[in-house]
Each structure stands twice: as C-alpha cells, then as structure tokens.
C-alpha cells in the first residue's frame, strides 16, 4: 500500500489532484474554528468545558458532523448538513413529484437541474438552521440552559453598545448561510478537481477531526485499560463494517444477440450488484432526527415542573441508556431501511429496462416475473443489512454505559461515524486505484 502511494505522488495529475483535495481541507478546517463575527470566542469555550458531559443528543451529532464547529458558532458551524438534508429531501420528492421523476429520467442534463434545486433548498435551510441555532444560542439552550447568559463571563453573543442586537443576529445568520454556501463550493471543487466526493470528503475530515480528543477523553476518564480495550472493539466494528460494506449479491444478466445494420449486439454476460447495505446511512439519520423530537418537545418545559407523561418520556424516550431507547431507535432504523431501499430501488422499472435492451435474468421470464424475482431478493438481503445498521448504530449506547460516562452520547467510534468514514475512505481508495490501473501500477487493492 505505501508503495502505491508512493507511486500516486509520483503521478504528476493525480500528486495534482492529491495536494489539492488536502488544501480544500485545510481550507474548510481552518473556516470551522474561524469564530463568526459577534460571538465571544473564550466564553463559548468556557461554556464547552462547562457543559462538555451533558450536550443534547442530536446538537452533539451535529457537531460531529461539523468537526466541533456548531457549538462554536463558527464560521462552518452548520457544515455541509444543509445540503445533505436538502438533498434527502429532493431524493424523496422524486418518487412523488412527475416533474423531478422526468427530470432524473433525462440523464446528466435533468440531473443538473435537480443539482440546482437543491442548492437552493440547501441555502433555504441554512437559513431556517442558522436562525435556529442563533436563536438557541442566545437563549442559552444551545448548552441545555446551564450557562447563564445573563452573566458576562458565560454570555455567547455579548452585547455591544455600539451596535444593535437585531443587526449582530442578523449578521451572524447571514455569515454562517454564506459559509454553508462556501462548503458546498469547496466539495464540488474536490469532486471536479480532486480526488473522491466532495461531500463525503467533508463530511469524512469533520468527524476524523474529532477521534483524536474523543479517545483522549476516554483515556483520562477511563483509563489506559478501557483505552486499548476501546481501540481493539474499533479495529473489530470496522472490520465489520468493512466486510458488509462490501458485500452484494450479484443478480446475472444475459444479453440476447441483435443485428442493428450490419452488425451484432448483444450476446454478453453481466450481473446486477444489490448490495447488502443498500440503504447507506440514510435510515440511521432518519431515525435520530425522529427520536430527537421528544428531547425537543421536553425543552419547551421548565424542567424542575414536568408532568406525569412528560416524566415517562424523560426517563425512557429521551434517555440513551435505556433499553426503550434502544430498541426503539433498533426497530426504526428497520423500518426506514425497508422503506427507503423501496422509493431508491424500483424492481419494476430495472426489469422494463432490461427487457427494452434485450436482457434477462437465466431461468427468469422478462417483464413482471423479473421485477417479482429482483423484488424477493432484493426483500431477503434488505434484512441483514437492517440489522448490521441496527446493531452499528445501538453501540455507541451500549458504549457509554459501559463507560459510564454520559459524553459518549455520540461516541464516535461506533454507529454513524464509523459507516461514513469506512464507506468514504473505500470509496476515495478505489478511486485512487483506478486512476492508478490507468496508468498500470499496482494499486491500492490486490
């Protein structure tokens, strides 16, 4: 592998694209800890420190994905979550707008158009986000109320006489919608001109950002023992996750022959790959933004006067620990992986295009008994996939009770994390790889 390596740097093009894909990073980094104008830098991370054991849920996820920069109010602070919401968003609405299922139908020129909405979707809600977390910020709930923003030394957004409030909140809204328009540049210009997906590159650095202090804390917490132990489970989960990342059952196709002029077509064998994991990670955020609406609900109550019901879901809908939680969040990730491989993965449609090619599964008739073949695999291979999302996505919980520490609510060798950055960096590998078979060296993978 080091010696692959060795051999892409000395590929002029690819060193290119190398050295530039780790200066948009450095880039990106360098704007995720830039404080945002009118945001008091030492009090945020006074305020970090304070409440460094005792973060909500989903605040804490979306701060790992921005690399830590949400809870600094940075510049990046929403990160590149805007647009992978947005585009979830346009995902789902394809199935159920005419006009966006043409425009995918209409190849790279449609998908353009669809790449467009959803930009403007993605500024739309960098708006509504960056107005929410401002809002929360000011009031204190960014950190669940415990640093008081009437005093100085704790207050985020500081008052400042020479200024009005009004026009500092609306400059830092303003500030960090630019800088999710400034991320969205930046991963385009790595998938144009660097190497892997731009997104996912982002969104890989963020939560690669945040591993190093997170096992420095469980250390000093836990100790050297639970340190190594902790390692050893990683090694173990990505293994896993690399292995099932991997797998697919590969449906094979026959091409019939055909004379199109003077010449034959057809008459090749390929195979379609359905992956055990088709869903990717989509269901486990599905689920999390669901299970955050209870926390959600409970903080428009003042906490010390809950009421009987409100009391239940504190105690076992909003609390991670408890096997309630756990099982709901388990069997919600079943459920939105079944029904997002449904609205992703059309049987009937892939069957019509094979049929219109000359295609064919060997013992299978084309039409509806292909669709109905592809539709009783695709229904059995959907299920282990569900459960490794399941049980990726629960060991962050079983971790900090284990731990006993409630800062590794989202701990981050475990669950989401894990199947991004192994599903990134398998990605950005091959990419690397191909572009090195290219030039016949011997690659990454043997």
């Known amino acids: 592998m080091l010696s692959a390596f060795s051999s892409a740097l000395r590929t002029p093009d690819l060193r290119k694209k190398l050295l530039f894909t780790v200066a948009i990073v450095g880039i990106y980094r360098f704007g995720a800890t830039l404080p945002s104008p009118g945001v008091s830098y030492s009090n945020v ?12 849920g989903v605040l804490n996820l979306l701060n790992l994905f921005s690399g830590g920069a949400l809870l600094q109010l940075s510049v990046f602070a929403l990160g590149i979550m805007p647009y992978i919401t947005a585009s979830i968003i346009l995902q789902l609405l394809t199935v159920v707008i005419p006009r966006l ?17 959803t930009r403007y979707l993605t500024l739309g809600l960098a708006v509504l986000q960056a107005s929410a977390f401002v809002a929360l910020a000011r009031t204190g709930q960014l950190f669940n109320n415990m640093c008081d923003q009437d005093d100085p030394a704790y207050q985020i957004i500081p008052e400042n006489t020479g200024i009005p409030m009004w026009l500092t909140l609306s400059l830092l809204v303003m500030t960090m919608t630019a800088g999710t328009g400034v991320v969205m540049w930046l991963g385009e210009l790595i998938t144009d001109r660097g190497v892997g997906n731009g997104m996912s590159v982002l969104i890989f650095t963020s939560i690669a950002a945040r591993l190093p202090g997170e096992g420095w804390s469980i250390k000093e917490s836990s100790g050297t023992g639970k340190f190594f132990l902790v390692i050893g ?20 196709v026959q091409y019939a022959k055909r004379m199109i002029g003077r010449r ?22 599905f689920a999390s933004s669901l299970l955050y609406l209870p926390q959600l609900y409970l903080q428009f109550f003042d906490q010390n006067k809950l009421k009987g019901y409100q009391i239940w879901i504190q105690n076992y809908l909003a609390n991670p620990t408890h096997w309630l939680y756990i099982a709901v969040y388990f069997l919600l990730i079943i459920f939105f992986t079944y029904f997002y491989v449904s609205i992703t993965f059309n049987p009937t449609e892939v069957a019509e295009n094979m049929k ?3 295609g064919f599964v060997p013992g299978i008739r084309p039409g509806k008994p292909t669709a109905d073949y592809l539709d009783f695999i695709l229904s059995r291979i959907t299920l282990p996939g569900a459960l490794y999302l399941g ?13 006993n520490q409630q800062q590794y609510q989202n701990f981050p060798f475990g669950g989401t994390a894990v199947l991004i950055m192994v599903g990134v960096g398998l990605e950005t590998v091959k990419q690397i790889e191909s572009q090195l078979m290219q030039r016949n060296y011997e690659g990454f993978l043997r």
């Open 101 to 117: 299922e043409q425009l995918r139908k209409e190849g790279q020129s449609g998908q353009a158009k669809i790449t467009q909405y």
């Open 45 to 56: 991370q006074a305020c970090i420190k304070l409440t460094e054991s005792d973060t909500n």
């Open 233 to 252: 489970l990683v090694l173990v989960i990505i293994a896993l996750v690399v292995f099932i990342e991997q797998a697919q059952r590969r449906i094979p």
């Open 391 to 403: 049980l990726i996505s629960v060991l962050p919980n079983f971790f900090f009770i284990w731990l």
């Open 264 to 285: 034959m077509y057809g008459g090749t064998s390929t195979y379609i790959p359905l992956k055990v994991n088709q869903a990717g990670v989509v269901p486990v955020i």
């Open 356 to 358: 219109k090619y000359g």
